[in-house]
C-alpha cells in the first residue's frame, strides 16, 4: 500500500489522480469525507470540481454523528455518546470510509433512501452503491427506496411510472416514492423531512458549470453542508 498524505484537498485530488492506478487501469470514482472547516471549503470544491472534469465519480460521505453529538451537548449541557464508531473525517482513508459506512446499519435501522431530481443522471449509481450495500453482511437484508419530489399531484402519475421504469431497467430490490412538497418549501427541507428516519441517504450533486469558478460552487455546496 502507498500512500500519500497532503494538507492541501485539490493538490491531494490531482496527485491522485495522476498517480493511482495499474497500467491502463485506473479508478472511476473519488472518495471525499465532507468538509468540516467553513474556511477550507472553497479548497474542498476545488478538488470537487477537478475530479468531476477529470471524468470521475464524486461521492462525498457525511457523516452526522457529530453534529448530532454537539445538538445534543448543546441542549443538555452534558457530553452525550451516540455511538461506538469513530466520526468519518475528511482525512479517512477511501476504503476505511466505505467500511464505516457499511458498519453504520443495524438489525433495527436498515433504511436506504436515494433521492433523484430527475434532471441529472447520477441516480443509476447511486442505485448501484445502495445495491451494494443492502448486499453487503452488515446491511442485508435492509430496504433501498428511490424518492422524488414534486410540485403537485397532477405530476405525481407520470413521475410515478418514470421511477418504476428506472428500477424495472437497473434490475435491482427497490420500493419508490414520489412526494409533493409544500408551496414555497425548499427541497433540501422537504428531504430532510421525508427521510427524517431513513439511516443512509444518497442525494445527488450538482455539477458544476464549465466556465464556474470555486466561489461560486462552493456557495452552492454551503447549502448541502
Known amino acids: 500500500m502507498n500512500i500519500q498524505a497532503d494538507q492541501d484537498v485539490s493538490r491531494g485530488v490531482k496527485s491522485l489522480n495522476g498517480y493511482y492506478g495499474l497500467g491502463h487501469l485506473a479508478p472511476n470514482t ?36 457529530r453534529r448530532r453529538r454537539k445538538t445534543l451537548d448543546d441542549e443538555t449541557g452534558e457530553p452525550e455518546t451516540l455511538s461506538s464508531q469513530p466520526p468519518t473525517s475528511a482525512r479517512t482513508s477511501h476504503s476505511s470510509l466505505w467500511r464505516k459506512l457499511a458498519r453504520s446499519g443495524s438489525a433495527n435501522s436498515k433504511q436506504i433512501d436515494v433521492w433523484w431530481g430527475r434532471k441529472n443522471t447520477n441516480a443509476s449509481l447511486s442505485l448501484a452503491l445502495g445495491f451494494m450495500l443492502q448486499n ?38 427497490a420500493d419508490h416514492s414520489v412526494y409533493v412538497r409544500n408551496d414555497n418549501e425548499l427541497a433540501f427541507d422537504a428531504i430532510r423531512r421525508f427521510s427524517y428516519d431513513a439511516d443512509l441517504v444518497f442525494l445527488g450533486i450538482r455539477p458544476p458549470a464549465p466556465d464556474e469558478d470555486c466561489a461560486s460552487y462552493a456557495g452552492y455546496f454551503s447549502g448541502l453542508l
Open 30 to 65: 473519488i472518495v471525499f469525507g465532507d468538509v468540516e472547516d467553513g474556511d477550507n471549503l472553497e479548497q474542498f470544491c476545488e478538488g470537487v470540481m477537478y475530479a468531476y472534469r477529470q471524468h470521475k465519480n464524486v461521492l462525498v460521505v457525511r457523516d452526522d454523528t
Open 136 to 173: 453487503s453482511q452488515e446491511w442485508f437484508g435492509s430496504n433501498l427506496s428511490l424518492r422524488t419530489l414534486v410540485s403537485s399531484e397532477e405530476e405525481r402519475q407520470g413521475v410515478i411510472e418514470a421511477l418504476s421504469d428506472l428500477i424495472e431497467r437497473a434490475r435491482i430490490r
